[in-house]
């Protein structure tokens, strides 16, 4: 028999449990504040990458989590805003690359909101953990080294270079390593006998100044040294080096897959990937300080034959042999 106190009972514990199931549908997923350093365009492949992660570790954009897209484009400035406003949203967890400055504003940032970066650089160096194994805090992620990696970038240019022609280098002045960078590819022209002629570009308007030059001068050879700005600048580096028929080696297989000559380094989208896999870890509960610091160790040096006819060169057989994918 239904009494009126059972009566209201029920009726409140339905009122409530819809009340609940609407709360539910209504609150927010947990937001990744994805930060680079390069642009939306040039580093579409890198943002897929770390989706992919994502997805591997049961998360997918729009359904169970939201990812907020933030880039710099080179700007240096931009950093501290972005973080700002992110931490203001605020996020579940911030994920960082393309460049220096841009990682080290995001630790600076927070010590609160966890952080998944990738770098090309050594991190214990720049400064973002103190160790490897066990990062404290609330930071980790994935290494990919890429400007340690010009010195044996240029040997490889080297051997397909004529004697007595010089090699050009493409560094951009605006970021912190560029000094060390420029220096090493010197010491090690010095040693190849070579002549290197170093040339500045921090924007997309300088790179086409950059490549003005370069037609002008004797150098038939380019290094387009490690920068995220290079990066997100892909697709205008390789028509730059098809226009003007000049011999490039770049940092990342995709430069050679859109078009480019040759390439020498790590993987850097697979370095996104495992970065989103990380991020996807944290969400669901791990400590970051849990996770260690994974390290890029397989390089890959790519040849494109196509673009190789296309400029008129013979790859030489020693260098195909040295090649772990070539492009026909």
């Known amino acids: 028999m239904c009494t009126r106190r059972t009566f209201l009972v029920s009726t409140a514990c339905s009122v409530l449990a ?28 890198l943002a897929a990458a770390f989706r992919q992660g994502l997805k591997e570790a049961g998360y997918v954009d729009g359904q169970n989590m939201a990812i907020e897209f933030r880039w710099t484009e080179g700007h240096r400035e931009r950093p501290q805003e972005i973080f700002a406003d992110l931490i203001r949203r605020p996020v579940a967890l911030i994920a960082v690359g393309g460049g220096r400055a841009v990682r080290l504003a995001a630790k600076a940032a927070t010590t609160t909101i966890p952080i998944v970066f990738v770098t090309g650089n050594d991190p214990i160096a720049e400064g973002l953990v103190s160790q490897l ?11 990919v080294p890429t400007t340690s990696l010009n010195t044996k970038r240029l040997e490889l240019l080297n051997q397909l270079v004529p004697p ?14 560029t000094d060390s960078q420029a220096r090493d590819v010197l010491s090690a022209g010095g040693t190849m006998g070579r002549k290197i002629n170093i040339m500045n ?7 086409d100044g950059a490549f003005a030059r370069l037609a002008t001068s004797r150098a038939r050879a ?6 995220p700005l290079y990066t997100s600048q892909l697709q205008q580096l390789v028509e730059l080096t098809q226009r003007h028929r000049i011999a490039a080696i770049f940092e990342w297989r995709e430069f050679v897959t859109a078009g480019g000559l040759m390439s020498y380094g790590s993987d850097i989208a697979n370095g996104y990937r495992e970065a989103g896999v990380y991020a996807g870890r944290i969400l669901s509960g791990t400590k970051p300080s849990d996770l260690p610091v994974l390290q890029a160790t397989k390089y890959e040096f790519v040849v494109n034959l196509t673009a190789a006819k296309s400029l008129g060169l013979t790859i030489p057989q020693a260098l195909l042999i040295r090649a772990d994918e070539v492009i026909q």
């Open 201 to 207: 570009a921090s924007s997309e308007r300088e790179i």
């Open 164 to 177: 007595g022609e010089s090699i050009a280098v493409l560094v951009n002045p605006a970021i912190s390593w």
């Open 133 to 143: 194994g066990r990062p404290r805090g609330n930071i980790t992620g994935v290494t």
């Open 18 to 45: 819809v009340s609940l199931a609407a709360r539910a549908q209504k609150s927010p997923l947990p937001v990744i504040g994805f930060v680079n350093g390069g642009s939306p365009v040039g580093s579409a492949y």
């Open 222 to 227: 380019l290094l387009v040294s490690a920068d």
